[in-house]
């Protein structure tokens, strides 16, 4: 079992609850990275569906979530031939942190009838670029559990040069050798620094909703994440991350409504 | 009070109850348009709310709802001072039709610190066209409430000659004159003709999922919707849509997850 497979674990309690152990390895500087929140309530979602994957996953964020124990509550809404649909709950300490709605369904695997390319070409790997590791008391722990190498001008603001446009672009793998799957697909759409970092806003920006589509199941490789943003206005901006697979394909689609952070630029 | 104002009206009950009394106005064939739902629940989730304005809305269309008496069901999850999350549910017959996770806020209508264009540019509106009305056997009322002005070759699959892409353009706006408000955007958003039409599809296509983000109080006038999708693919398609106000600003994204209509082409 690989680390991020155990740090997602769901373990059945009984058809409505599942134990989860939040681990301090997915920390974005104290609360945990929201992605890794799905990714664990995915699981216990996908255990106790008829239908095993998680096709649609819309996602309130309510409450910062903190490592330790904590509990997947669930609420079966309808059980149809196609899909499943379940209401989950992800409630730490007696706060429910993430409140989602879930469809899941069996995608077969049956090629693309239509299908867009991406928006923009990434360079080779090789030309992409990290970006340095957090201070050990930043408390950024994610970092070290996936790498993401970096299309160059989407982080110019790491360095004072933002596009001046809302976007962000990565190769994205898990730092151990793991083929993507859908609960690391739901890491993924939620792992790039906010798309308005580099239309110059600054600070922590808290996601309020995130819905994700799964729409392929991926292939072994390098993921790409494409990130962009319509519109920055009234404190709020939005962030749609495609995530193409190694094979070329589109696999998942999010897009994310989030706060701007204090002390911005825009 | 607009017919759509009366359609829409949600009369509180208690805290947690709204009675609603679902028009056979806005039919699309039977079953009432799923923006119409939309419309009508958030009208209970906003007068149940501190805050004003829907800023963002997940909804799962668990059932097809039929005109007649229902009830909008709330579950609040969170209020702070900028945001208000309430769970909401559309109930008729015992039944949930409707399940949402609703975000309410207050837009001040600063004006946008960036923004995006359109992705495509739109004909005047006097190059555009209207769909014929529907035979009045199909009990497709919802057509005479409002006002569709479609970019021509979006509407060619009518025609016979669809573009091969998914794509569906056009101005909107309600039979009866009235400003366009949220509740209007809700409708406004689930408006179009599947995209997955222009692409070749056919057939009735079911939203599974749709989430739409409210992002600037719309201006007086036309809509211009501009409906595109990524992929078609395992019997799923996408359909993303931008609403855009006469004065030129992106008001309201949505994006749906919806299943393919039998017998479609593609």
Chains 1, 2 share one sequence.
Request: with cysteine.
């Amino acid at each position: 079992m690989t680390k991020f497979d155990e740090a997602t674990q769901a373990i059945r309690v009984d058809e409505t609850t599942y134990d989860v152990c939040l681990d301090p390895g997915y920390s974005i500087g104290g609360p945990l990275n929201g992605g890794y929140l799905m990714a664990t309530l995915l699981r216990a979602v996908a255990d106790a569906s008829p239908h095993p994957h998680p096709v649609s996953t819309s996602a309130q964020f309510l409450k910062a979530a903190l490592p330790g124990p904590a509990r997947v509550v669930l609420e079966p809404l309808k059980t149809g031939r196609t899909t499943t649909v379940t209401r989950a709950t992800l409630v730490r300490d007696g706060d429910a942190c993430l409140d989602t709605l879930v469809t899941t369904a069996a995608l077969d695997g049956a090629p693309a009838a239509w299908s867009a390319t991406p928006a923009v070409a990434m360079p080779p790997v090789e030309e992409c670029v990290a970006l340095p590791d957090p201070r050990p008391e930043s408390g950024m722990t994610l970092s070290e559990r996936m790498e993401l190498r970096y299309d160059p001008p989407t982080v110019g603001w790491f360095t004072g040069a933002p596009t001046g446009r809302p976007e962000s672009r990565a190769y994205f793998r898990l730092a151990e050798p793991q083929d993507p799957d859908p609960f690391v697909l739901a890491l993924a759409v939620d792992a790039l620094p906010p798309v308005a970092f580099s239309a110059g806003a600054r600070g922590w920006s808290p996601t309020v909703e995130l819905t994700w589509h799964l729409r392929a199941l991926p292939a072994p490789g390098w993921l790409t994440l494409i990130g962009s943003g319509r519109l920055i206005r009234d404190g709020w901006f939005d962030e749609d991350v495609e995530v193409w697979d190694a094979a070329g394909n589109l696999v998942a689609q999010s897009r994310q409504l989030a706060r701007l952070g204090r002390g911005d630029a825009t």
